[in-house]
């Protein structure tokens, strides 16, 4: 079993519909949450953090169960600039991250 | 100017050859890293510094070896290149362990695409 699981995708949505994105990961030992986004041949950059209390930052909202360990990405009314690949991202309080293979989102007109 | 560049960005070589890929970083972080991209498989970590003297294997450092020659440069030699090399390789800093510190951020180079024929 993968340590961090995605649907790869692609989820193929209009503009302003709302999306989910769902990860697992296979370590309850694991301490920290993140979602990177990384556009089409370009570098990884950190989305958000995902706390345990659920976040929000503008139309991304992050939530973690860990009893379930799953954590979910909801985007609200999308926009075409978020068309990307969405990484899901653990760490097990170590020195390494653990990126899963992410999901592309592709937005349309 | 980037905090964190990679050089080359494309580069085409052939089955034996050795090729350094290098990675600058003016963030001032005591943390770097190195990682592969493959379809399909996410990032891997290949190896991965916490200050000049030391070095740490990652996931897939078979074939790979490093040299931290300074805090802001951390550069990545495949000795002898085979075609399973091929993949896109990320260098990325961070200053902080992740899940401790300030921060839980690692800020990505823009990439190395590297192919082996």
């Known amino acids: 079993r993968k340590e961090v699981e995605q649907d790869p995708g692609p989820f193929n949505v209009p503009e302003g519909a709302t999306v989910a994105f769902n990860c697992t990961y296979s370590?309850?030992?694991?301490?920290?949450f993140f979602w990177y986004r990384q556009d089409c041949r370009k570098e990884p950059k950190l989305l958000m953090s995902v706390y345990s209390s659920g976040n929000e930052d503008g139309r991304f909202t992050a939530q973690l169960n860990r009893a379930s360990q799953y954590i979910s990405l909801l985007i609200r009314d999308s926009k075409l600039s978020d068309s990307a690949t969405y990484l899901c991202v653990v760490n097990l309080n170590t020195d390494k991250l653990i990126f899963g293979t992410g999901t592309r989102l592709q937005v349309f007109p | 100017d980037a905090d964190v560049t990679q050089t080359p960005r494309n580069r085409i070589t052939k089955t034996g050859k050795r090729i350094m890929l290098e990675c600058s970083q003016t963030?001032?972080?005591?943390?770097m890293y190195w990682y592969r991209q493959d379809p399909g498989l996410g990032l891997r970590l290949i190896y991965y510094s916490f200050d000049v003297k030391d070095i740490n294997k990652g996931e897939i450092s078979d074939g790979y070896s490093v040299s931290r020659q300074a805090q802001a440069k951390f550069s990545l030699s495949l000795e002898s290149a085979i075609p399973n090399q091929t993949a896109l390789y990320f260098c990325?800093?961070?200053?902080?362990?992740?899940?401790?510190?300030?921060?839980?951020?690692?800020?990505f180079g823009p990439g190395t695409r590297l192919t082996v024929l």
């Open positions: 990325a800093t961070s200053d902080a362990a992740p899940g401790q510190g300030s921060t839980d951020t690692q800020y």
């Open positions: 963030k001032g972080h005591d943390r």
């Open positions: 370590n309850s030992a694991s301490q920290s």
